[in-house]
């Protein structure tokens, strides 16, 4: 545990989501024989979506730090699956003050 206490706790997150629409606009009296005009659109429908997630934050040495994170979404129609990389320095903690050159 010396190497957590020189850079940091890892970092990490885990996450579940699953939505369900549902749509049931029927046609107005008259729309479907064409005695009434109008904009307005018959829907019927529903969907569903259900999605995981995992993140983790690494630090590597004190002024680096990874991250990585998944995600996976199911669709009624298709999948998908989203990685993602990244990496982050600490060595600029204050303002960078460029020196004068007049």
């Known amino acids: 545990m010396q190497i957590l206490k020189q850079v940091g706790a890892l970092g990490l997150a885990v996450g579940a989501e699953h939505c369900r629409d549902k749509l049931d606009n029927p046609s107005l009296s008259g729309t479907e024989d064409g005695s009434i005009h109008s904009t307005y659109v018959a829907a019927r429908g529903d969907s569903k979506v259900s999605a995981v997630f995992l993140e983790v934050l690494a630090p590597v040495i004190k002024m680096v730090e990874l991250s990585g994170a998944l995600r996976d979404d199911k669709y009624d129609r298709f999948s998908s699956t989203t990685p993602k ?5 600490n060595f600029f903690q ?4 460029l020196p004068r050159t007049a």
């Open 85 to 89: 990389l990244g990496a982050s320095d």
């Open 94 to 97: 204050r303002p960078l003050r």
